[in-house]
């Protein structure tokens, strides 16, 4: 059942952007965390980047050196094989490596709806596990901080790691949370029970059941444990790829969450398209799915969220209420930030019984 768009609009590209270094250039400007902050709304946009230069017969792979800061590997292309868009692997030893690398940074967005205002605010990747780049941002406040979770690329794979801010200008790092391979960590914005909570997205690297995601519990947010299987894709539309898009909201009957679904590849090359689904929680035991949309609610049909790094791909990573709505940010295409408005009941009457 897809959901009519009350309002939407393509908020920031790779062309409002500006790359870290002058022989670099942005690619993606996506997957945003948002967030209210004071009286305005803030963004925490991934910017991807790579070199402007190409050398024949050589490809450029960007990282972070600790030392020497942002640095570029030329390797030949005959020793390399690629995978999408966005990874080539090692002939010789079949590791993977990032085409580009990203950072985040604030955006201002004033009510929400536009941008007001692009910062030179950056988090930039810091040490060894952030080699390849940091991403995929997502906010919580709790306790009157903003913390957020961020994927940390590197040759160690790709993990999730905990920030926090009070003001949006200067940032505290608090670490790896969740090891290689795990992503698309959201944040409760309250305690259940007494803990806080998270669902997370393990990627096993051996297929013995359908992608999921799961629920963790921790007493102080760096140490997470009683894990358990959340919600596995059961749709043709979440074949390929399921995790959690926004973190959860309280409504009446639960809790609210927005996850991402995607297709899986069918021929060598191809992502397979992302698409958006909904679950409500239960309040009290969270990982107790109440109710969930059957389909997809939210599919990619503009020309930006159908075109750009990756084709086919919305990507929902961050939702701002409204007096009777939801504002759902997310990445379009790999490429680019754009916002959808979808009515409360609408939501809320997409879903049915477990």
Request: aromatic share 10%; proline share 7%.
């Amino acid at each position: 059942m897809i959901l009519t768009r009350r309002f939407e609009k393509l908020l920031l590209t790779p062309a409002d952007v500006k790359p870290s270094r002058e022989d670099f250039e942005v690619v993606g400007a996506f997957n945003p965390g948002v967030i209210r902050f004071g009286d305005e709304v803030v963004m925490l946009v991934r910017v991807a980047e790579r070199p402007r230069e190409v050398r024949p017969g050589y490809t450029a792979l960007p990282r972070w050196d600790v030392d020497a800061g942002l640095t570029v590997d030329w390797v030949a292309d005959d020793e390399l094989r690629p995978i999408d868009p966005r990874v080539v692997e090692g002939k010789a030893d079949g590791l993977v490596r990032l085409t580009f690398t990203s950072h985040l940074q604030v955006v201002r967005l004033g009510d929400g709806r536009s941008v007001a205002a692009t910062t030179d605010v950056r988090f930039v990747p810091e040490g060894p596990m952030e080699e390849f780049g940091v991403e995929d941002p997502r906010i919580t406040e709790l306790d009157g901080r903003y913390y957020f979770t961020y994927v940390s690329v590197s040759r160690h794979g790709a993990s999730t790691s905990l920030a926090s801010t009070s003001d949006f200008r200067s940032f505290e790092r608090h670490g790896v949370i969740f090891c290689s391979e795990n992503k698309d960590v959201v944040l409760f914005p309250e305690r259940i029970g007494g803990e806080f909570a998270a669902i997370h997205r393990p990627n096993p690297a051996t297929p013995f059941n359908r992608p999921e995601m799961w629920i963790a519990r921790s007493p102080d947010l760096i140490h997470w444990g009683r894990h358990a299987p959340l919600h596995g894709g059961g749709g043709s539309w979440e074949t390929g790829r399921v995790g959690a898009g926004t973190p959860p909201v309280r409504v009446a009957d639960g809790w609210l969450e927005i996850y991402h679904g995607n297709r899986r590849p069918t021929k060598p090359g191809e992502v397979g398209a992302y698409s958006t689904g909904v679950l409500l929680l239960d309040a009290d035991d969270p990982s107790r799915v109440l109710r969930r949309t059957p389909d997809s609610i939210f599919e990619p049909t503009a020309d930006f969220e159908r075109k750009g790094f990756v084709s086919d791909v919305v990507f929902p990573t961050a939702l701002v209420e409204t007096s009777d709505g939801y504002l759902v940010y997310y990445g379009a295409a790999d490429s680019s930030s754009a916002v959808v408005e979808f009515r409360r009941d609408d939501v809320l009457g997409a879903l049915v019984e477990v």
